[in-house]
């Protein structure tokens, strides 16, 4: 493997970068490690808080060029690349605004005895956050903010297609005046991370990315009894069973299924809509998809770039293909040209086509019609994942009696793309285990020791 600068957009290789060595791999653990023992121990939280805003502070006015480079990494489009920035300086702060509130001592109320007891949380020690390419700031945002806070040190092994973005988060934290060892970019071989995670400096680890890179760090794990937090892959449903303007609904699904080129966890990718409204809602949903045409993601006009890689666009290609070869009906696009897929509409795809239980990462949306709500909540839940969900209805009622039906670890109701700092990112079944953001966030990667005094 090899981490590479190679612009989606244009296919030009523009920088390479080593791996690192195993010699620089032991120096790093050990770096990290030293500064938990050390800095870590004798730091304040109002000291890591304020390193921690700083962080945030100079993401927000280094804003244009690091938006730039991802850009260049995975082809998102400028103003959302600049949007994602900013998002991460916002997750930043808002660790830093709420860490003595997350981690104040939390009394026990006792059922016998005489007494008190606690329970306090302190940091773990040095984590292994495994990042992918989609994301590239916000994902280390959401891992990184609230842990260094909590007093643990990261290793962070950053996509091999973003080793640009990945010095330049290392360059903030530097500058931000966190000591050496504290945060760690290493970029590592597949191997050399199996080794740290087998490390026993190492206490645990994060990933979001793949069910099957999820899947091999969790056995790594469990194997050598690691805390792990896994962010995987998602096939959310928008389920639309009444709106009172069709137009405002159908342009929130388009922007739930493009937002980051469709390339994004938990965008919606099954519309789910209920009988009366189907073929009205297909059509405008296809009329609307049809006007947003993939361009140079430089541009600030740009909705929609390319794909992150050739690879990638390649085998969504395959995807596609295989959907229709399986009985499902190509309403709209399916054409690639180079990383630039086509924006995209499948039909008819029953619950034994493979794509009905696929994660298509891209811009294409698959559009069922649901007999009623019960028959809704049944195609939503036939899936093998369980990340996000988007429910919209009228009917206050009915949203919450489908959302609690809805097997996912979120649910928006009326809303898409409102993802927040203050709110728990994660999934259940092949989504993924444990959560991110929020209080949640910084809870996973604790030690909360129990203290009871008689």
Known sequence: MSYAVVNPATGETIQTYPTISDAELESAIASADEAHRTWSKQSTLEERASLVRRVGELHVERRQQLAEIIVREMGKPIEQALGEVDFAGAIYEYYADHA????????????????????????????????????????????????????????????????????????IFRDAGFPAGAYVNIYASHDQIERVIAD?????????????????VAEIAGRNLKKVVLELGG??????????????????????????????????????????????????????????????????????????????????DEQVKRAVEHGATLVRGGGRDGAFFQTT?????????PASKEEFFGPVAQVFRAKDEADAVRIANDTPFGLGSYVYTTDQEQALRVAD???????????????????????????????????????EFVNKKMIRIG
């Open 100 to 171: 003595a509130e997350f981690l104040q001592d939390e009394p026990i109320q006792l059922l016998d005895g005489e007494g008190s007891a606690v329970i306090r949380r302190s940091s773990l020690g040095v984590l292994l956050g495994i990042m992918p390419w989609n994301f590239p700031y916000y994902q280390v945002a959401r891992f990184a903010g609230p842990n260094l806070v909590i007093g643990n040190t990261v290793l962070l092994k950053h996509a091999e297609q973003c080793p640009e973005s990945a010095a330049a988060i290392e360059a």
């Open 405 to 443: 039906q809805i097997e996912a670890g979120m649910v928006f109701v009326n809303v898409v793309l409102a993802d927040g700092a203050e709110l728990p990112f994660g999934g259940i079944k092949r989504s993924g285990s444990g959560r991110e953001l929020g209080r949640f966030g910084a809870d």
């Open 345 to 353: 509409v499948l039909t008819d795809v029953s619950s034994d086509n």
């Open 200 to 216: 026993p400096r190492v206490q645990g680890v994060s990933l979001t990315g793949s069910e099957r890179a999820g899947a091999a």
């Open 235 to 316: 096939s959310d449903p928008f389920i639309l069973l009444s709106t009172d303007d069709l137009d405002a609904t159908v342009q929130n699904a388009v922007d739930a299924r493009l937002d980051n080129s469709g390339q994004s966890c938990n965008a919606a990718k099954r519309f789910i809509v209920a009988d009366e409204l189907y073929e009205p809602f297909l059509e405008n949903f296809t009329a609307k998809l049809a006007e947003v045409e993939a361009t140079d993601p430089t541009s600030p006009d740009s909705a929609l770039g390319p794909l992150s890689s050739l690879k990638a666009a390649e085998g969504l």
